[in-house]
């Protein structure tokens, strides 16, 4: 019978040890080494491996080119997303300032148009803003945002190039309420432009509707007749454009004609109008008080 310590047990058998393996490696890459430099077989080896082994390596390298490509492509298409939304807010901007641009626009050409209205005529005159519009297509008032500070008093006129768009009713502060020509119950002094016969225009609360009252039936009018104030009122200045005629009715049994007219001036794309402000009136010259009667001279 073999002795228990004879019988050594596979697992714990041991090979050539590291030493030794390390000492054959050595030998072996010097030799390799020696036979390299003085061989050109050696060479041509190499490079045969060499060749052989690319595919091998580009297809190794292939995993991390694709996946470097992919980072590379989600970062730049990062960047167009975030140059696209930089460029679409550009573009917001732009549209922004174009369209403030085209509203200071129309308000420069409407204060131009204000300015030229004849100061001769209109004595004295100071330019206004529409503050708002009055609620609902009907109403036919709005505020004007100047008020008592801005020298703004109750009966003066409010006109444009146009012509006359309405008159102060309410005052405050800052603010003024003005009825339109066309307001209900407003009543604005004109004349036939052609003829001079004048009349009275009456609003009938409507946008663009007016009509003439107290005008006879056989007076000389006609569709497209220029109505102008004609100053009666002491408001209005005198010939400037109302509006124009639209249709004539006459009836037998009325002594007065039916006359729709439309305001001259329109005032829904308007910001900007001008009130007459009218001049202070001169001084009295002061009257020298009349003489006494001489007195006769006594008789001798």
């Known amino acids: 019978m073999q002795p228990v310590a004879r019988r050594d047990p596979a ?4 090979g050539m040890s590291p030493a030794s393996k390390c000492l054959i490696g050595l030998s072996l890459s010097a030799a390799l080494v020696a036979l390299d430099g003085r061989a050109e077989w050696a060479a041509a080896l190499r490079n045969n491996l060499e060749r052989g082994i690319a595919p091998l390596m580009i297809a190794l390298e292939l995993p991390g080119e694709a996946a470097r490509e992919v980072g590379r492509g989600l970062t730049t298409h990062g960047e167009l997303l975030r140059e696209i939304a930089r460029l679409e807010a550009d573009n917001e901007r732009l549209r922004t300032t174009a369209r403030s641009l085209d ?19 209109l004595e004295l005159r100071r330019t206004v ?7 609902g297509v009907a109403s036919q008032r709005f505020l004007i945002g100047a008020g008592t500070r801005e020298g703004i008093r109750e009966g003066m006129a409010l006109v444009h190039p146009e012509g006359v768009v309405g008159q102060v009713v309410a005052v405050g ?10 307001d209900a119950g407003q009543n604005t002094p004109v ?19 007016a009509s003439l009252r107290f005008l006879a039936s056989n007076a000389d009018v006609q569709p497209g007749d220029l109505l102008v104030t004609s ?17 004539v009715e ?3 049994q009325s002594d007065f004609a039916r006359v729709i007219c439309k305001p001259a001036a329109s005032v829904d794309a308007r910001r900007h109008f001008a009130v007459v402000v009218p001049a202070a009136p001169a001084p009295a010259a002061a009257v020298a008080p009349p003489e ?9």
Request: glycine share 10%; aromatic share 4%; charged share 25%.
């Open 103 to 121: 509203i200071l626009q129309r308000e420069n050409d409407e204060l131009r148009t204000l300015a030229g209205l004849p100061a001769e005529r």
């Open 129 to 135: 803003q529409l503050f708002q519009r009055g609620r």
């Open 250 to 252: 006459r009836d037998a």
């Open 292 to 300: 006494a009667p001489a007195k006769p001279a006594p008789a001798l």
């Open 173 to 182: 502060e800052t603010t003024a309420d003005v009825a339109l020509i066309t």
């Open 11 to 14: 697992l714990f058998r041991h």
């Open 191 to 209: 004349e036939l432009a052609r003829t001079g016969v004048r009349a009275v225009m009456v609003g009938e609360g409507m946008p663009d509707r």
């Open 231 to 247: 100053g009666l009122d002491g408001y209005y200045p005198a010939g400037m454009a109302v509006a124009t005629v639209l249709t």
